[in-house]
Protein backbone atom coordinates (compact mmCIF):
# COMPACT_ATOMS: atom_id res chain seq x y z
CA UNK A 1 0.00 0.00 0.00
CA UNK A 2 1.27 3.61 -0.50
CA UNK A 3 1.38 6.24 2.27
CA UNK A 4 -2.11 7.83 1.17
CA UNK A 5 -3.76 4.68 1.16
CA UNK A 6 -4.14 3.77 -2.68
CA UNK A 7 -3.75 0.31 -3.65
CA UNK A 8 0.00 -0.60 -5.25
CA UNK A 9 -1.68 -1.55 -9.10
CA UNK A 10 2.16 -2.12 -10.77
CA UNK A 11 2.83 -5.14 -8.63
CA UNK A 12 -0.73 -6.72 -9.54
CA UNK A 13 -0.38 -5.48 -13.34
CA UNK A 14 3.07 -7.36 -13.52
CA UNK A 15 1.83 -10.56 -11.99
CA UNK A 16 -1.02 -10.42 -14.08
CA UNK A 17 1.04 -10.11 -16.94
CA UNK A 18 3.46 -12.43 -16.48
CA UNK A 19 1.40 -15.28 -15.03
CA UNK A 20 -2.07 -14.60 -16.52
CA UNK A 21 -2.06 -12.30 -19.75
CA UNK A 22 0.15 -12.88 -21.94
CA UNK A 23 -0.78 -11.53 -25.50
CA UNK A 24 -2.05 -14.59 -27.14
CA UNK A 25 -4.66 -14.54 -23.97
CA UNK A 26 -5.61 -10.57 -24.24
CA UNK A 27 -6.24 -11.62 -27.91
CA UNK A 28 -8.73 -14.43 -27.37
CA UNK A 29 -10.29 -12.75 -24.45
CA UNK A 30 -11.10 -9.54 -26.65
CA UNK A 31 -12.54 -11.11 -29.61
CA UNK A 32 -15.06 -12.70 -27.54
CA UNK A 33 -15.93 -10.41 -25.49
CA UNK A 34 -16.65 -7.83 -28.16
CA UNK A 35 -18.81 -10.74 -29.76
CA UNK A 36 -20.75 -10.31 -26.70
CA UNK A 37 -20.97 -6.87 -26.27
CA UNK A 38 -21.98 -7.05 -30.03
CA UNK A 39 -24.95 -9.38 -29.23
CA UNK A 40 -26.10 -7.77 -26.19
CA UNK A 41 -26.44 -3.91 -27.85
CA UNK A 42 -28.25 -5.66 -30.95
CA UNK A 43 -30.91 -7.60 -28.88
CA UNK A 44 -32.77 -5.07 -27.09
CA UNK A 45 -32.74 -2.74 -30.63
CA UNK A 46 -33.95 -5.86 -32.38
CA UNK A 47 -36.29 -6.02 -29.83
CA UNK A 48 -37.40 -2.38 -30.08
CA UNK A 49 -38.09 -3.17 -34.27
CA UNK A 50 -40.24 -6.40 -33.27
CA UNK A 51 -42.24 -3.69 -30.51
CA UNK A 52 -42.47 -0.98 -33.17
CA UNK A 53 -43.84 -3.32 -35.98
CA UNK A 54 -46.31 -4.89 -33.17
CA UNK A 55 -47.48 -1.18 -32.40
CA UNK A 56 -47.47 0.25 -35.88
CA UNK A 57 -49.14 -2.79 -37.95
CA UNK A 58 -51.76 -3.68 -35.90
CA UNK A 59 -53.93 -1.52 -37.77
CA UNK A 60 -52.46 -1.91 -41.33
CA UNK A 61 -54.26 -4.15 -43.59
CA UNK A 62 -50.91 -6.40 -44.01
CA UNK A 63 -51.48 -7.63 -40.78
CA UNK A 64 -49.71 -11.15 -41.61
CA UNK A 65 -46.85 -10.11 -43.58
CA UNK A 66 -46.47 -7.42 -40.49
CA UNK A 67 -46.50 -11.09 -38.46
CA UNK A 68 -44.21 -12.61 -40.51
CA UNK A 69 -41.75 -10.04 -39.99
CA UNK A 70 -42.06 -9.85 -36.10
CA UNK A 71 -41.73 -13.67 -36.11
CA UNK A 72 -38.60 -13.25 -38.68
CA UNK A 73 -37.04 -11.14 -35.97
CA UNK A 74 -37.82 -13.22 -33.36
CA UNK A 75 -36.43 -16.31 -34.70
CA UNK A 76 -33.23 -13.56 -35.04
CA UNK A 77 -33.94 -12.24 -31.66
CA UNK A 78 -33.40 -16.01 -30.44
CA UNK A 79 -30.52 -16.78 -32.70
CA UNK A 80 -28.41 -13.81 -31.06
CA UNK A 81 -28.98 -15.01 -27.56
CA UNK A 82 -27.86 -18.80 -28.25
CA UNK A 83 -24.60 -17.07 -29.99
CA UNK A 84 -24.56 -15.11 -26.65
CA UNK A 85 -25.11 -17.96 -24.20
CA UNK A 86 -21.99 -19.94 -26.25
CA UNK A 87 -19.18 -16.99 -26.27
CA UNK A 88 -20.35 -16.46 -23.12
CA UNK A 89 -19.38 -20.42 -21.78
CA UNK A 90 -16.79 -20.52 -24.08
CA UNK A 91 -15.25 -17.62 -22.79
CA UNK A 92 -16.16 -18.46 -18.90
CA UNK A 93 -13.98 -21.64 -19.67
CA UNK A 94 -11.07 -20.07 -21.10
CA UNK A 95 -10.96 -17.47 -18.05
CA UNK A 96 -11.01 -20.23 -15.39
CA UNK A 97 -8.02 -22.00 -17.54
CA UNK A 98 -6.06 -19.49 -17.63
CA UNK A 99 -6.67 -18.20 -14.39
CA UNK A 100 -6.41 -21.36 -12.45
CA UNK A 101 -2.92 -22.70 -14.27
CA UNK A 102 -1.34 -18.92 -13.91
CA UNK A 103 -1.81 -19.41 -10.37
CA UNK A 104 -0.36 -22.93 -10.55
CA UNK A 105 3.13 -21.37 -11.83
CA UNK A 106 2.71 -18.59 -9.59
CA UNK A 107 2.58 -21.06 -6.40
CA UNK A 108 5.32 -23.28 -7.45
CA UNK A 109 7.18 -19.66 -8.38
CA UNK A 110 6.92 -18.38 -4.77
CA UNK A 111 7.78 -21.64 -3.16
CA UNK A 112 10.55 -22.15 -5.37
CA UNK A 113 11.95 -18.89 -4.82
CA UNK A 114 11.25 -18.86 -0.98
CA UNK A 115 12.90 -22.21 -1.07
CA UNK A 116 15.94 -21.24 -2.90
CA UNK A 117 16.64 -18.28 -0.18
CA UNK A 118 19.03 -18.40 2.50
CA UNK A 119 18.07 -19.33 5.72
CA UNK A 120 18.42 -15.94 7.28
CA UNK A 121 15.54 -14.96 4.81
CA UNK A 122 13.31 -18.28 6.47
CA UNK A 123 14.69 -17.35 9.66
CA UNK A 124 13.25 -13.70 10.14
CA UNK A 125 10.20 -14.74 8.93
CA UNK A 126 7.38 -16.52 10.60
CA UNK A 127 6.18 -20.12 9.20
CA UNK A 128 2.71 -18.85 9.43
CA UNK A 129 3.39 -15.56 7.65
CA UNK A 130 4.85 -17.55 4.88
CA UNK A 131 1.91 -19.97 4.70
CA UNK A 132 -0.32 -17.23 4.48
CA UNK A 133 1.61 -16.05 1.70
CA UNK A 134 1.37 -19.35 -0.41
CA UNK A 135 -1.98 -20.04 0.68
CA UNK A 136 -4.34 -16.87 1.49
CA UNK A 137 -2.54 -14.51 -0.51
CA UNK A 138 -2.02 -16.49 -3.36
CA UNK A 139 -5.79 -17.64 -2.75
CA UNK A 140 -7.18 -13.86 -3.27
CA UNK A 141 -4.84 -13.07 -6.36
CA UNK A 142 -6.59 -15.93 -7.95
CA UNK A 143 -10.35 -15.14 -6.64
CA UNK A 144 -9.98 -11.70 -7.86
CA UNK A 145 -8.17 -12.01 -11.20
CA UNK A 146 -10.61 -14.47 -12.48
CA UNK A 147 -13.23 -11.34 -11.73
CA UNK A 148 -10.65 -8.75 -13.08
CA UNK A 149 -9.92 -10.02 -16.05
CA UNK A 150 -13.33 -11.42 -17.02
CA UNK A 151 -15.68 -8.75 -16.15
CA UNK A 152 -13.11 -5.49 -16.06
CA UNK A 153 -12.86 -5.35 -19.82
CA UNK A 154 -16.22 -6.76 -20.83
CA UNK A 155 -18.04 -3.79 -18.19
CA UNK A 156 -15.49 -1.28 -19.96
CA UNK A 157 -16.70 -2.61 -23.71
CA UNK A 158 -20.18 -2.79 -22.95
CA UNK A 159 -20.70 0.44 -21.10
CA UNK A 160 -19.13 2.05 -23.97
CA UNK A 161 -21.56 0.16 -26.25
CA UNK A 162 -24.33 0.43 -24.39
CA UNK A 163 -24.09 4.52 -24.22
CA UNK A 164 -23.31 4.47 -28.20
CA UNK A 165 -26.86 2.81 -28.60
CA UNK A 166 -28.50 4.99 -26.26
CA UNK A 167 -26.91 8.34 -27.32
CA UNK A 168 -28.11 7.21 -31.15
CA UNK A 169 -31.46 6.00 -29.59
CA UNK A 170 -32.00 9.52 -27.82
CA UNK A 171 -29.02 12.21 -26.79
CA UNK A 172 -31.61 13.75 -23.97
CA UNK A 173 -32.35 10.21 -22.21
CA UNK A 174 -28.77 9.28 -22.94
CA UNK A 175 -27.06 12.16 -21.27
CA UNK A 176 -29.53 11.90 -18.09
CA UNK A 177 -28.10 8.34 -17.98
CA UNK A 178 -24.80 9.00 -18.28
CA UNK A 179 -25.03 11.59 -15.55
CA UNK A 180 -26.08 8.94 -12.94
CA UNK A 181 -23.70 6.25 -14.25
CA UNK A 182 -20.43 8.77 -13.79
CA UNK A 183 -21.78 10.31 -10.85
CA UNK A 184 -22.20 6.42 -9.15
CA UNK A 185 -18.84 5.61 -10.59
CA UNK A 186 -17.29 8.50 -8.90
CA UNK A 187 -18.93 8.05 -5.66
CA UNK A 188 -18.15 4.36 -5.52
CA UNK A 189 -14.39 5.04 -6.34
CA UNK A 190 -14.04 8.15 -3.08
CA UNK A 191 -15.60 5.69 -1.03
CA UNK A 192 -13.85 2.77 -1.87
CA UNK A 193 -10.44 4.24 -1.09
CA UNK A 194 -11.33 4.56 2.59
CA UNK A 195 -11.56 0.39 2.46
CA UNK A 196 -8.42 -0.40 0.74
CA UNK A 197 -6.38 0.93 3.98
CA UNK A 198 -8.90 -2.05 5.84
CA UNK A 199 -7.98 -4.22 3.60
CA UNK A 200 -4.25 -3.98 4.21
CA UNK A 201 -4.82 -4.13 7.70
CA UNK A 202 -7.27 -7.67 7.31
CA UNK A 203 -4.73 -9.34 5.05
CA UNK A 204 -1.75 -8.40 7.54
CA UNK A 205 -3.96 -9.83 10.26
CA UNK A 206 -4.15 -12.79 8.68
CA UNK A 207 -0.67 -13.71 8.56
CA UNK A 208 -0.51 -12.84 12.18
CA UNK A 209 -3.15 -14.67 12.88
CA UNK A 210 -1.88 -18.34 10.88
CA UNK A 211 1.65 -17.41 12.60
CA UNK A 212 0.11 -17.24 16.22
CA UNK A 213 -1.81 -20.57 15.54
CA UNK A 214 1.16 -22.17 14.01
CA UNK A 215 3.75 -21.59 16.68
CA UNK A 216 1.14 -22.46 19.00
CA UNK A 217 0.36 -25.85 17.51
CA UNK A 218 4.60 -26.18 17.14
CA UNK A 219 5.36 -25.55 20.62
CA UNK A 220 2.58 -27.35 22.05
CA UNK A 221 4.61 -29.67 24.26
CA UNK A 222 5.99 -26.57 25.42
CA UNK A 223 3.15 -24.55 25.99
CA UNK A 224 1.53 -27.51 28.21
CA UNK A 225 4.77 -28.24 30.50
CA UNK A 226 4.44 -24.17 31.39
CA UNK A 227 0.71 -23.94 31.46
CA UNK A 228 1.15 -20.85 29.32
CA UNK A 229 -2.00 -21.89 27.13
CA UNK A 230 -3.73 -18.79 28.52
CA UNK A 231 -1.63 -16.59 27.31
CA UNK A 232 -1.23 -18.01 23.93
CA UNK A 233 -4.66 -17.94 23.55
CA UNK A 234 -4.97 -14.40 24.90
CA UNK A 235 -2.13 -13.77 21.93
CA UNK A 236 -4.01 -15.35 19.03
CA UNK A 237 -7.27 -13.41 20.25
CA UNK A 238 -5.51 -10.36 19.99
CA UNK A 239 -4.75 -10.87 16.55
CA UNK A 240 -8.12 -11.73 16.16
CA UNK A 241 -9.97 -9.09 17.24
CA UNK A 242 -7.48 -7.03 15.55
CA UNK A 243 -8.42 -8.54 12.15
CA UNK A 244 -12.08 -8.36 13.00
CA UNK A 245 -11.89 -4.41 12.80
CA UNK A 246 -9.75 -3.97 9.62
CA UNK A 247 -13.09 -6.17 8.40
CA UNK A 248 -15.40 -4.24 9.83
CA UNK A 249 -14.26 -1.32 8.75
CA UNK A 250 -14.36 -3.04 5.28
CA UNK A 251 -17.64 -3.83 5.85
CA UNK A 252 -18.78 -0.29 6.60
CA UNK A 253 -17.37 0.62 3.36
CA UNK A 254 -20.04 -2.34 1.25
CA UNK A 255 -22.84 -0.97 3.32
CA UNK A 256 -22.80 2.72 2.39
CA UNK A 257 -21.58 1.45 -1.61
CA UNK A 258 -24.49 -0.47 -2.40
CA UNK A 259 -28.00 0.78 -0.98
CA UNK A 260 -26.31 4.51 -2.79
CA UNK A 261 -26.06 2.28 -6.14
CA UNK A 262 -29.53 0.69 -5.60
CA UNK A 263 -31.29 4.06 -4.73
CA UNK A 264 -29.44 5.34 -8.01
CA UNK A 265 -30.69 2.87 -10.03
CA UNK A 266 -34.19 3.50 -8.79
CA UNK A 267 -33.62 7.40 -9.41
CA UNK A 268 -32.10 6.71 -13.04
CA UNK A 269 -35.30 4.77 -14.07
CA UNK A 270 -37.96 7.23 -12.13
CA UNK A 271 -36.38 9.90 -14.19
CA UNK A 272 -35.84 8.50 -17.63
CA UNK A 273 -39.69 7.16 -17.09
CA UNK A 274 -40.93 10.56 -16.68
CA UNK A 275 -38.78 12.19 -19.55
CA UNK A 276 -38.85 9.71 -21.78
CA UNK A 277 -43.36 9.22 -21.41
CA UNK A 278 -43.20 13.01 -22.14
CA UNK A 279 -41.49 12.57 -25.24
CA UNK A 280 -43.14 9.62 -26.24
CA UNK A 281 -46.22 11.28 -25.61
CA UNK A 282 -45.16 13.72 -27.82
CA UNK A 283 -44.36 11.63 -30.44
CA UNK A 284 -40.31 11.91 -30.01
CA UNK A 285 -40.36 8.32 -29.15
CA UNK A 286 -41.76 5.42 -29.91
CA UNK A 287 -42.87 2.39 -27.71
CA UNK A 288 -40.00 -0.14 -29.00
CA UNK A 289 -37.72 3.13 -28.31
CA UNK A 290 -38.75 3.33 -24.77
CA UNK A 291 -38.72 -0.58 -24.13
CA UNK A 292 -34.75 0.00 -25.52
CA UNK A 293 -33.72 2.27 -24.01
CA UNK A 294 -34.79 0.79 -20.51
CA UNK A 295 -33.12 -2.39 -21.06
CA UNK A 296 -30.06 -0.47 -21.76
CA UNK A 297 -30.08 1.64 -19.03
CA UNK A 298 -30.96 -1.65 -16.54
CA UNK A 299 -27.69 -3.24 -18.73
CA UNK A 300 -25.46 -0.61 -17.93
CA UNK A 301 -26.32 -0.33 -14.47
CA UNK A 302 -25.02 -3.78 -14.06
CA UNK A 303 -21.29 -3.15 -14.62
CA UNK A 304 -21.58 -0.09 -12.50
CA UNK A 305 -23.13 -2.43 -9.56
CA UNK A 306 -20.07 -4.62 -10.53
CA UNK A 307 -17.84 -2.02 -10.34
CA UNK A 308 -18.13 -1.61 -6.42
CA UNK A 309 -17.39 -5.76 -6.49
CA UNK A 310 -14.62 -4.52 -8.66
CA UNK A 311 -13.06 -2.25 -6.31
CA UNK A 312 -13.67 -4.46 -3.24
CA UNK A 313 -11.48 -6.91 -5.40
CA UNK A 314 -8.85 -4.32 -5.99
CA UNK A 315 -8.23 -4.13 -2.82
CA UNK A 316 -7.70 -7.95 -2.02
CA UNK A 317 -5.51 -8.10 -5.12
CA UNK A 318 -3.67 -5.11 -4.93
CA UNK A 319 -2.32 -5.70 -1.33
CA UNK A 320 -2.03 -9.60 -2.25
CA UNK A 321 -0.23 -8.89 -5.11
CA UNK A 322 2.24 -6.37 -3.71
CA UNK A 323 2.88 -8.52 -0.73
CA UNK A 324 4.07 -11.65 -3.37
CA UNK A 325 5.70 -9.32 -5.93
CA UNK A 326 7.95 -7.87 -3.31
CA UNK A 327 8.89 -12.01 -1.94
CA UNK A 328 9.53 -12.23 -5.72
CA UNK A 329 11.65 -9.78 -5.76
CA UNK A 330 13.88 -10.52 -2.83
CA UNK A 331 17.71 -11.18 -3.86
CA UNK A 332 19.09 -13.97 -2.17
CA UNK A 333 22.20 -13.26 0.17
CA UNK A 334 24.35 -15.75 -1.68
CA UNK A 335 23.95 -15.99 -5.40
CA UNK A 336 25.77 -17.53 -8.11
CA UNK A 337 28.07 -16.11 -10.07
CA UNK A 338 26.93 -15.46 -13.74
CA UNK A 339 30.66 -17.48 -14.67
CA UNK A 340 30.00 -19.52 -11.59
CA UNK A 341 32.01 -23.17 -12.02
CA UNK A 342 30.36 -26.69 -11.67
CA UNK A 343 34.07 -28.51 -10.91
CA UNK A 344 33.55 -32.46 -10.39
CA UNK A 345 36.52 -33.72 -8.53
CA UNK A 346 36.70 -31.83 -5.26
CA UNK A 347 39.07 -33.78 -3.03
CA UNK A 348 38.18 -31.68 0.42
CA UNK A 349 41.24 -29.25 0.59
CA UNK A 350 40.06 -26.53 2.24
CA UNK A 351 42.15 -23.51 3.06
CA UNK A 352 40.57 -20.07 5.25
CA UNK A 353 42.36 -16.94 4.05
CA UNK A 354 42.09 -13.72 6.77
CA UNK A 355 38.21 -14.40 7.25
CA UNK A 356 36.03 -11.89 9.11
CA UNK A 357 32.27 -11.66 9.41
CA UNK A 358 29.86 -9.60 11.27
CA UNK A 359 26.43 -9.96 11.53
CA UNK A 360 24.03 -7.05 10.47
CA UNK A 361 22.49 -6.52 13.81
CA UNK A 362 26.07 -6.64 15.96
CA UNK A 363 28.49 -4.41 16.83
CA UNK A 364 30.99 -6.76 17.25
CA UNK A 365 32.48 -9.25 14.70
CA UNK A 366 31.15 -12.89 14.96
CA UNK A 367 34.40 -14.27 13.53
CA UNK A 368 37.93 -12.10 13.15
CA UNK A 369 41.02 -13.40 11.37
CA UNK A 370 40.04 -16.98 10.76
CA UNK A 371 43.39 -18.46 9.25
CA UNK A 372 44.08 -21.69 8.46
CA UNK A 373 44.26 -24.93 5.80
CA UNK A 374 43.30 -28.47 5.94
CA UNK A 375 44.63 -31.10 3.87
CA UNK A 376 42.07 -33.12 1.76
CA UNK A 377 40.49 -35.88 4.37
CA UNK A 378 41.62 -34.10 8.31
CA UNK A 379 39.90 -34.13 10.76
CA UNK A 380 39.26 -30.63 12.37
CA UNK A 381 37.80 -30.25 15.87
CA UNK A 382 35.88 -26.81 16.47
CA UNK A 383 35.99 -26.16 19.52
CA UNK A 384 35.14 -23.07 22.14
CA UNK A 385 32.72 -21.48 24.55
CA UNK A 386 29.36 -20.43 23.56
CA UNK A 387 28.60 -17.61 21.54
CA UNK A 388 32.56 -17.97 20.66
CA UNK A 389 31.72 -18.17 16.75
CA UNK A 390 31.62 -22.40 15.58
CA UNK A 391 27.95 -22.23 14.14
CA UNK A 392 28.84 -19.15 12.44
CA UNK A 393 31.74 -20.83 10.93
CA UNK A 394 29.75 -23.81 9.49
CA UNK A 395 27.56 -21.56 8.31
CA UNK A 396 30.26 -19.59 5.62
CA UNK A 397 31.35 -23.16 4.88
CA UNK A 398 27.43 -23.93 3.81
CA UNK A 399 27.37 -20.58 2.39
CA UNK A 400 24.71 -19.77 4.93
CA UNK A 401 26.58 -16.54 5.51
CA UNK A 402 29.37 -14.88 3.03
CA UNK A 403 32.59 -13.46 4.69
CA UNK A 404 33.10 -9.61 4.95
CA UNK A 405 36.47 -10.21 4.30
CA UNK A 406 38.78 -12.90 3.31
CA UNK A 407 37.82 -15.93 1.74
CA UNK A 408 37.25 -19.89 1.89
CA UNK A 409 38.48 -21.94 -1.03
CA UNK A 410 38.29 -25.86 -1.68
CA UNK A 411 41.37 -27.28 -3.62
CA UNK A 412 42.21 -23.56 -4.24
CA UNK A 413 39.03 -22.26 -5.63
CA UNK A 414 36.71 -19.77 -3.83
CA UNK A 415 33.54 -21.15 -2.80
CA UNK A 416 31.91 -17.88 -4.29
CA UNK A 417 33.04 -19.11 -7.27
CA UNK A 418 31.43 -22.29 -7.28
CA UNK A 419 28.07 -23.12 -8.43
CA UNK A 420 25.91 -23.06 -5.01
CA UNK A 421 24.26 -26.42 -5.98
CA UNK A 422 27.37 -27.67 -6.85
CA UNK A 423 29.35 -26.89 -3.47
CA UNK A 424 26.63 -28.28 -1.32
CA UNK A 425 26.18 -31.38 -3.17
CA UNK A 426 29.87 -31.73 -1.87
CA UNK A 427 29.63 -30.96 1.40
CA UNK A 428 27.66 -32.94 3.87
CA UNK A 429 25.97 -32.09 7.21
CA UNK A 430 24.44 -33.30 10.51
CA UNK A 431 23.17 -30.59 12.72
CA UNK A 432 22.17 -30.90 16.29
CA UNK A 433 18.68 -30.27 16.02
CA UNK A 434 17.69 -33.32 13.25
CA UNK A 435 14.75 -32.27 11.30
CA UNK A 436 12.52 -35.30 9.87
CA UNK A 437 9.62 -34.83 7.97
CA UNK A 438 6.12 -36.28 8.08
CA UNK A 439 7.61 -39.48 5.72
CA UNK A 440 8.39 -43.04 5.46
CA UNK A 441 11.61 -44.15 6.75
CA UNK A 442 13.17 -44.14 3.21
CA UNK A 443 12.06 -41.00 2.32
CA UNK A 444 13.62 -39.04 4.90
CA UNK A 445 17.11 -40.92 4.24
CA UNK A 446 16.59 -40.09 0.19
CA UNK A 447 14.99 -36.20 1.48
CA UNK A 448 14.01 -35.44 -2.15
CA UNK A 449 16.66 -37.25 -4.56
CA UNK A 450 15.42 -40.20 -6.19
CA UNK A 451 18.08 -43.08 -4.98
CA UNK A 452 17.16 -46.51 -5.66
CA UNK A 453 15.85 -48.41 -2.94
CA UNK A 454 19.16 -50.60 -2.55
CA UNK A 455 21.07 -47.56 -2.39
CA UNK A 456 18.72 -46.28 0.40
CA UNK A 457 19.49 -49.96 2.56
CA UNK A 458 23.12 -49.88 2.08
CA UNK A 459 23.42 -46.49 3.35
CA UNK A 460 21.12 -47.25 6.60
CA UNK A 461 23.07 -50.19 7.18
CA UNK A 462 26.34 -48.00 6.97
CA UNK A 463 24.69 -45.88 9.17
CA UNK A 464 23.52 -48.70 12.00
CA UNK A 465 20.14 -48.39 11.06
CA UNK A 466 19.28 -52.29 9.75
CA UNK A 467 17.94 -53.94 12.57
CA UNK A 468 16.23 -51.24 13.71
CA UNK A 469 14.03 -50.82 10.25
CA UNK A 470 13.99 -54.12 9.94
CA UNK A 471 12.27 -53.92 13.30
CA UNK A 472 9.58 -51.36 12.05
CA UNK A 473 5.78 -52.41 11.04
CA UNK A 474 6.36 -51.60 7.44
CA UNK A 475 9.93 -51.25 7.55
CA UNK A 476 11.44 -48.58 5.49
CA UNK A 477 7.71 -47.61 4.46
CA UNK A 478 7.21 -46.56 8.04
CA UNK A 479 6.05 -43.29 8.77
CA UNK A 480 8.05 -41.18 11.31
CA UNK A 481 5.41 -38.67 12.25
CA UNK A 482 5.80 -35.33 12.32
CA UNK A 483 9.70 -34.02 13.14
CA UNK A 484 10.31 -37.69 13.45
CA UNK A 485 8.08 -37.70 16.94
CA UNK A 486 8.05 -41.54 16.68
CA UNK A 487 11.96 -41.69 16.59
CA UNK A 488 14.16 -41.55 19.71
CA UNK A 489 16.85 -38.94 19.29
CA UNK A 490 19.71 -41.03 18.63
CA UNK A 491 17.35 -43.16 15.72
CA UNK A 492 16.77 -39.85 14.17
CA UNK A 493 20.62 -39.00 14.34
CA UNK A 494 21.38 -42.10 12.67
CA UNK A 495 19.16 -40.97 9.84
CA UNK A 496 21.11 -38.10 9.11
CA UNK A 497 24.06 -40.08 8.93
CA UNK A 498 22.69 -41.97 6.52
CA UNK A 499 21.40 -39.59 4.37
CA UNK A 500 25.22 -38.45 4.03
CA UNK A 501 26.18 -42.27 3.18
CA UNK A 502 23.99 -41.94 -0.03
CA UNK A 503 25.97 -38.43 -1.04
CA UNK A 504 29.20 -37.78 -2.70
CA UNK A 505 30.15 -35.28 -0.17
CA UNK A 506 33.99 -34.63 0.44
CA UNK A 507 33.25 -32.28 3.17
CA UNK A 508 31.64 -33.60 6.97
CA UNK A 509 30.31 -31.04 9.18
CA UNK A 510 29.46 -32.34 12.66
CA UNK A 511 27.54 -30.07 14.49
CA UNK A 512 27.43 -31.51 18.13
CA UNK A 513 26.23 -34.49 16.66
CA UNK A 514 25.87 -36.56 20.18
CA UNK A 515 24.80 -33.47 22.27
CA UNK A 516 21.13 -34.66 23.31
CA UNK A 517 22.40 -38.36 23.21
CA UNK A 518 23.14 -40.57 26.60
CA UNK A 519 26.32 -42.17 27.04
CA UNK A 520 24.74 -45.81 25.54
CA UNK A 521 23.38 -44.04 22.11
CA UNK A 522 26.70 -42.21 21.68
CA UNK A 523 28.66 -45.12 22.11
CA UNK A 524 26.26 -46.64 19.25
CA UNK A 525 26.28 -43.72 17.06
CA UNK A 526 30.12 -43.41 17.22
CA UNK A 527 31.31 -46.18 14.75
CA UNK A 528 28.56 -44.97 11.93
CA UNK A 529 30.40 -41.37 12.81
CA UNK A 530 33.93 -42.94 12.23
CA UNK A 531 32.56 -44.67 8.56
CA UNK A 532 31.29 -41.32 7.45
CA UNK A 533 34.20 -39.79 8.05
CA UNK A 534 36.73 -41.99 7.25
CA UNK A 535 38.63 -40.29 4.18
CA UNK A 536 36.43 -37.18 3.77
CA UNK A 537 37.44 -33.52 5.41
CA UNK A 538 35.71 -33.74 8.48
CA UNK A 539 35.08 -30.36 10.76
CA UNK A 540 33.32 -31.44 13.99
CA UNK A 541 31.89 -29.28 16.86
CA UNK A 542 31.22 -30.75 20.01
CA UNK A 543 31.32 -30.80 23.67
CA UNK A 544 32.22 -34.13 24.49
CA UNK A 545 36.42 -35.67 24.33
CA UNK A 546 34.34 -38.76 23.18
CA UNK A 547 33.58 -37.53 20.05
CA UNK A 548 36.93 -35.33 18.97
CA UNK A 549 38.86 -38.53 19.71
CA UNK A 550 41.44 -39.80 16.73
CA UNK A 551 41.09 -35.53 15.29
CA UNK A 552 44.07 -34.06 13.32
CA UNK A 553 43.67 -30.77 14.46
CA UNK A 554 42.13 -28.20 16.60
CA UNK A 555 40.72 -24.94 15.67
CA UNK A 556 40.16 -22.85 19.10
CA UNK A 557 37.74 -20.66 18.94
CA UNK A 558 37.21 -17.29 21.16
CA UNK A 559 34.75 -14.14 20.76
CA UNK A 560 35.42 -14.62 17.11
CA UNK A 561 38.89 -14.98 17.61
CA UNK A 562 41.42 -17.85 16.39
CA UNK A 563 43.29 -19.12 19.64
CA UNK A 564 45.07 -21.68 18.12
CA UNK A 565 45.24 -24.21 15.68
CA UNK A 566 46.95 -27.06 16.06
CA UNK A 567 47.69 -30.59 17.11
CA UNK A 568 45.10 -32.10 19.91
CA UNK A 569 48.02 -32.54 22.29
CA UNK A 570 49.99 -29.14 21.50
CA UNK A 571 46.54 -26.88 22.17
CA UNK A 572 45.62 -29.34 25.35
CA UNK A 573 49.26 -28.71 26.59
CA UNK A 574 49.42 -25.16 25.42
CA UNK A 575 45.97 -23.32 26.29
CA UNK A 576 44.14 -23.89 29.25
CA UNK A 577 40.89 -22.58 27.74
CA UNK A 578 40.97 -25.55 25.84
CA UNK A 579 41.64 -28.08 29.00
CA UNK A 580 38.91 -25.46 30.85
CA UNK A 581 35.74 -26.68 27.97
CA UNK A 582 36.09 -30.15 29.46
CA UNK A 583 35.54 -31.66 33.12
CA UNK A 584 38.39 -33.19 34.86
CA UNK A 585 35.96 -36.37 34.79
CA UNK A 586 36.00 -36.82 31.68
CA UNK A 587 39.85 -38.35 31.45
CA UNK A 588 43.25 -38.06 31.13
CA UNK A 589 44.62 -37.29 27.80
CA UNK A 590 47.50 -38.91 26.22
CA UNK A 591 49.17 -38.88 22.48
CA UNK A 592 48.75 -41.54 19.98
CA UNK A 593 50.12 -41.41 16.73
CA UNK A 594 47.01 -40.91 13.77
CA UNK A 595 48.55 -40.13 10.53
CA UNK A 596 52.03 -38.93 11.66
CA UNK A 597 50.60 -36.38 13.91
CA UNK A 598 49.49 -36.44 17.92
CA UNK A 599 46.29 -37.14 18.01
CA UNK A 600 43.53 -36.40 21.34
CA UNK A 601 42.33 -39.96 22.93
CA UNK A 602 41.30 -40.55 26.29
CA UNK A 603 42.48 -43.42 28.97
CA UNK A 604 38.89 -43.81 30.76
CA UNK A 605 36.35 -42.64 27.97
CA UNK A 606 33.31 -41.19 29.60
Given amino acids: M ?7 L ?3 LHIAKEFYLTPRVMAFSMALILLMVAADVALPWMAKIAIDLITEGRNSAAVNAVFREVVWMGGMILGVAIAQYLTSALLTRFYTRVVYRGTARLREQLYTRMQAQSLNFLAERQIGEMLTH ?4 IQNLQDSTLDLISEVPFDVCILLGLTIAMFILNPTLALIVLLFLVASVLFVYRIGRRGWKAQSGAMQGTADMTARMQEGFAAARTIATFDAARGEQQRVQEASQRYAFHMENTGKVRAVITPFLSFAEYAGVITVLVVGGWEMLHGSLTVGGLVAFMAYMQLSADPVSRFS ?17 DLLAETHDAQDKPDALVPTDLTGAVAVANVHFRYPTSAQPALSGLDFTVAAGEKIAVVGRNASGKSTFLDLLLRIQEPEQGRISVDGID ?10 SFIGVVPQDILLLNRSVAENIALGSAFPPERIREAAAAAGLREFINGLPRGYETVVGERGVFLSGGERQRIAVARLFLRAARVILLDEP ?3 LDVAYESDLLPALRRLCAGRTTFIVSHRLTVLTEVDKVLLLDAGRQ ?9 WRDFPAYRDLFPASWGTPHHEPHGGNNVLSLSSPL
Fill in 2 to 8: RGDGRPR
Fill in 563 to 571: LAFDSPAHV
Fill in 309 to 325: RVILRLQNASVSAARLH
Fill in 134 to 137: LITD
Fill in 10 to 12: RPL
Fill in 514 to 516: TSA
Fill in 415 to 424: VRDIRLATWR
